[in-house]
């Protein structure tokens, strides 16, 4: 007798992820037939008017009306065979029991999972107290810590050459007030003074040139006027430093390591203040001239006639071309006159307005008004360092009194020590050239991988299940492993299952939307089953029935996976399962006795739901196995991080990005990690901190967060390198996480080095990455400024350290190297410049320190390839299976520094478009050995002509725009006319060679 039986199982499993693409595990659940109290079957009895089974039961009309006529005569009498009521209502009861067992642990996998949620919330936002960016800059200070109070009376007397300095100085002050007196007692002899004391800004053309007595000039001017006290029009609104022993130049403003907006405002943290010009926007410098007091300095003499200020503005790009910054600007102000761009104001303390006019101003301080494009370079992103040094009051000064410097990071609001940069800090993304079999390669996928051992294990159970009994209704009989209705298998031959893996487009409304899912199918046809089957009268000791069938096995799982709506670390695959197919056929069973063939048939068959669903899970470890997925970030980036010095910095992982933006959400599918035609797409979030307390004070409170025109989540999103390389597996990190784990070494004290014994260094403001590469083959720019060096004796010394670096791949430890910096390599940039020196010569104070030789080995060996190591050398790649990298690129992409990689053997493809206007051609490749362009040889032909239209080699990928009326036209009477074009083109790199050709064609 044959028959076919087929059913269809499908429903929604939702579990937390633990390892790889299990989902086959899954695939079936149990289904047992409810039996009402009166030992009817409603599935039997819906079957038995199934016309379509009904056709299988015989030749005939007759014949089937009689066998189906024998078994409702069969089922009438069940009770004849020994088959208690009570029995088969504890069967149906067995049902209701499974299905409510199902139910509650399905509401308990539920609760642990929103357990687990809240835990993790809890924990997550534990990890993530401490203030915002606005508690930060609301709380910053003066940072009166950082100024140097000790250029006391007593340091001025070891400084060399400073008492005839101030003899000199003293002298030529002298003797300008003499010539400033002597040209005064001219024009009032000839009734001038006073038309000339109405001039704004006047000087007599004697003084002209000389800015100290332009200074004395002005001081003159003011004794001569109202008597209003000598800081009119000075007023500088602010109270004298205390103790007033700082060293000149010292800045009150901008404060050091302010953040403001990418054109300098609003301010961030810190203190940035602005004012327009002449309708441009200027940035202001304030400071401390010095005190003539602390100096020792001739009394009577005011400080402005003496000392100026020069303020010069220096940025990570200009550091090597100008080490003399832009400006300088040291104009003198003439009380009273208009406030102009690039000007310096010399202004009292508030503590000197009490001065009565003619008084000297002993003490001042300096206001400068620097335009945001000084000399036309518009100060930008990533910002820029002002320095101001205090010298005597000449256009060529010959001493140096002091300097200081202050870093201003300009761009987007800065992280806070302990926020996380949301929405895309870091991204991976997948080809589907790695997950499915797409190219006809079998070493470069997973399909490929995994269906041989995924084949041969479930032959292995398959066919393992000879001498195996199950019982399907009914008490197991004493003696025996089966009961009331089972059977026993003597022989399972299956052939050799299918496994496939696919990317299925999802649907939403009936429509394909730009969402994939992962599509897993397992089929199999004619698996020979044989063995016998057990009936009530087997109790008796009558014979089983014998039977023998071949069985037909398809099942499908769709996979997704979403991320958590609270605890974003938490993921779940979305599982659809569905649908299962179970067709027999080639049936025979033995006809004696009568009801033998069906009872076998209803109970045996449906009860393969159940064996699938005990088969498939062990397929399970195969799968794991062979995938090697990492289960978590932790494997990327773990939870501390060495930074050299026996210290650590903390990492945390905040969670996965949704992916509604930037795709549609899908439905049931929302939060879905993005899985598109071309790959799996994933970002995160993760911080990296310090090992302080969350409330204890930062030296480096905040680290800069630079403009990009997106985020980790449109990286994730380019699956082809800028010559159409295929990526299989990419990685991104958002350059504002990088530039928070350079903070935490610099907060962790780890860029405090010494240049040598004697000589400490003292790190003033956090390293950053710069997002803009330096060099076109060097991705990774790092900018360290504002390192303080204090050898012995008075010298202090600011220095800026930068340098382009290459970065490779080791493919054993799976880690970024960064190249290893020399000190004499042209891809490293230092500048150094006195704050405080040990003597008084203005060219040798300011000029570039002797010191600088020996801090380029410093620089290199000590600071940079160290601070290298313990940032990006931990970056760590996730393992890839059984797949090799090949093709590792790293590269800044909108600056955020990536990584590319192939795993695929070398091939090229190719493809185009056309429509009546134009046509196009492209390619893409991956594998080819070297670095360096590809070398492309393309040759493009008419086909209906047969002429070659373009022949080119170069390392040009692609061809577009190409005319499509240019092609000739095949006239076809009796249909659309037609135009084709095929490109054939060979790509070459290190040594190997790879062709391929596309058709463009066109119906008019």
Not at 547 to 562: E, G, N, P, T
Not at 694 to 715: E, Q, V
Not at 865 to 889: A, D, E, M, Y
């Amino acid at each position: 007798m044959s028959n076919r039986h087929g059913n269809s199982r499908s429903r929604r499993a939702r579990r937390v992820i633990v390892v790889g693409i299990t989902a086959l595990a899954s695939l079936a659940s149990a289904c047992t037939p409810a039996v009402t109290p009166d030992g009817k079957d409603p599935e039997i009895e819906a079957l038995l008017e199934d016309p379509q089974f009904r056709a299988q039961l015989g030749d005939t009309e007759q014949e089937r009306e009689v066998i189906v006529a024998d078994i409702r005569k069969f089922l009438d009498e069940w009770d004849a065979w020994g088959m208690d009521p009570a029995e088969l209502e504890r069967v149906a009861m067995k049902k209701v029991d499974y299905e409510r067992e199902r139910a509650a642990a399905e509401e308990r996998d539920s609760a642990q999972l929103e357990a687990q949620a809240r835990k993790e919330r809890e924990r997550l936002n534990a990890l993530q107290n401490g203030p915002t960016i606005d508690e930060i800059a609301a709380g910053d200070t003066e940072r009166t810590e950082d100024y140097d109070y000790g250029a006391t009376r007593e340091h001025w007397g070891t400084v060399q050459g400073f008492a005839e300095s101030m003899q000199t100085l003293s002298d030529r002050r002298a003797d300008t007030e003499v010539r400033v007196r002597k040209m005064i007692e001219q024009l009032s002899a000839s009734g001038e003074l006073e038309r000339v004391d109405q001039i704004p800004g006047y000087v007599p053309s004697e003084g002209e040139g000389d800015p100290m007595y332009g200074s004395v000039w002005a001081e003159a001017r003011k004794e001569r006027g109202p008597a209003t006290g000598a800081c009119k029009d000075r007023e500088g609104n602010r109270a004298a430093p205390s103790p007033a022993s700082l060293r000149p130049g010292s800045m009150y403003s901008p404060h050091q390591n302010t953040f403001a907006g990418s054109n300098g405002t609003p301010t961030h943290v810190g203190q940035l203040k602005t004012t327009t010009l002449g309708g441009k926007k200027h940035f202001i410098v304030e400071g401390h001239l010095g005190d003539l007091d602390v100096f020792g300095f001739t009394p009577g003499v005011s400080i402005n006639t003496v000392a100026q200020a020069w303020i010069t503005v220096h940025t990570p790009t200009s550091l090597t071309t100008d080490y003399y910054g832009l400006g300088p600007f040291y104009q003198m102000w003439v009380p009273g006159t208009p406030i102009l761009s690039g000007q310096v104001q010399i202004l009292c303390y508030t503590d000197d307005f009490p001065l009565a006019t003619g008084a000297p101003i002993r003490r001042a301080m300096f206001r400068a008004f620097i335009p945001m494009d000084p000399e036309g370079v518009l100060l930008t992103e990533p910002g820029f360092q002002v320095k101001a040094a205090v010298s005597d009051i000449s256009w060529d000064p010959a001493f140096f009194f002091g300097a200081d410097m202050r870093t201003v990071y300009l761009g987007k609001q800065p992280l806070g020590y302990n926020q996380t940069f949301t929405n895309g800090g870091f991204g991976v993304n997948m080809g589907r050239g790695v997950v499915v079999n797409d190219n006809a390669a079998t070493n470069d996928d997973l399909e490929s991988a995994i269906r041989g051992p995924v084949q041969t294990k479930l032959t292995e159970v398959l066919s393992g299940l000879d001498d195996t009994s199950w019982w399907v209704l009914g008490k197991k009989n004493a003696g025996s492993n089966w009961g009331w209705f089972g059977f026993h298998i003597n022989n399972s031959a299956p052939n050799t299952p299918n496994v496939d893996i696919d990317w299925s487009p999802t649907t939403v409304g009936g429509a394909q939307d730009d969402e994939y899912r992962l599509k897993g199918s397992l089929s199999m046809t004619d698996w020979l089953v044989e063995g016998y089957v057990s009936l009530p009268w087997a109790a008796f000791g009558l014979v089983p029935c014998y039977f023998r069938m071949k069985i037909d096995l398809s099942a499908s799982v769709y996979a997704s996976v979403d991320i958590h709506d609270t605890a974003r670390t938490v993921l779940q695959p979305d599982i659809e399962i569905g649908p299962i197919g179970i067709g027999v056929h080639n049936l025979f069973a033995s006809p004696v006795p009568l009801g033998c063939n069906s009872i076998y048939l209803f109970k045996f068959v449906d009860s393969w739901d159940d064996k699938l669903n005990e088969l498939l899970p062990l397929v399970n470890q195969v799968l794991a196995n062979k995938l090697q997925v990492q289960p978590n970030i932790g494997n990327v980036v773990p939870p501390t991080v060495p930074v050299g010095g026996g210290q650590i910095m903390n990492t945390l992982f905040a969670g996965w990005n949704d992916t509604c933006a930037p795709y549609a959400c899908n439905g049931s599918h929302a939060g879905d990690m993005a899985m598109n035609w071309a790959g799996l797409e994933a970002t995160g979030d993760i911080r990296f901190t310090d090992t302080k307390s969350a409330l204890a004070a930062r030296r480096f409170p905040a680290s800069y967060s630079p403009t990009t025109a997106g985020t980790a989540n449109d990286r994730v999103r380019s699956h082809f390198g800028p010559q159409n390389e295929i990526t299989d597996f990419g990685a991104w990190v958002n350059p504002a996480v990088l530039n928070q784990a350079l903070r935490v070494i610099a907060e962790q004290g780890r860029l405090d080095l010494n240049l040598d014994a004697s000589t400490p260094g003292l790190a003033k403001s956090p390293p950053i990455y710069l997002s803009t590469p330096i060099a076109a083959d060097k991705p990774l720019g790092v900018f360290v400024p504002h390192i303080e060096i204090d050898p012995a004796g008075p010298n202090l010394f600011a220095v800026d350290v930068f340098a382009a670096v290459g970065v490779n791949f080791d493919p054993l430890t799976r880690k970024l190297v960064p190249s290893t910096i020399a000190p004499s390599d042209p891809a490293l940039g230092i500048a150094m410049w006195t704050l405080s020196c040990d003597g008084t010569v203005w060219a040798l104070c300011n000029g570039i320190p002797a010191i600088v030789s020996g801090a380029a080995n410093w620089a290199a060996n000590t600071l940079l390839n160290p601070l290298l190591q313990n940032s990006i050398g931990q970056i760590t790649i996730p393992q890839t299976g059984s797949f090799s990298l090949s093709g590792v690129k790293i590269v800044n992409e909108d600056g955020h520094l990536g990584l590319r990689a192939s795993v695929g053997a070398t091939e090229l493809r190719a493809w185009g478009g056309i429509n009546a206007s134009t046509y196009s051609f492209d390619t893409y490749h991956e594998g080819f050995p070297g670095a360096g362009p590809v070398t492309y040889s393309w040759q493009i032909k008419d086909n209906v002509s047969g002429l070659t239209i373009l022949t080119a080699t170069g390392t040009q990928h692609q061809y577009s725009g190409l005319s499509t009326a240019a092609l000739t036209t095949l006239n076809i009477p009796i249909g659309p006319d037609v135009k084709s074009a095929t490109a054939t083109v060979t790509a070459t790199r290190g040594g190997v060679s790879k062709t391929a050709t596309y058709t463009n064609t066109i119906f008019l």
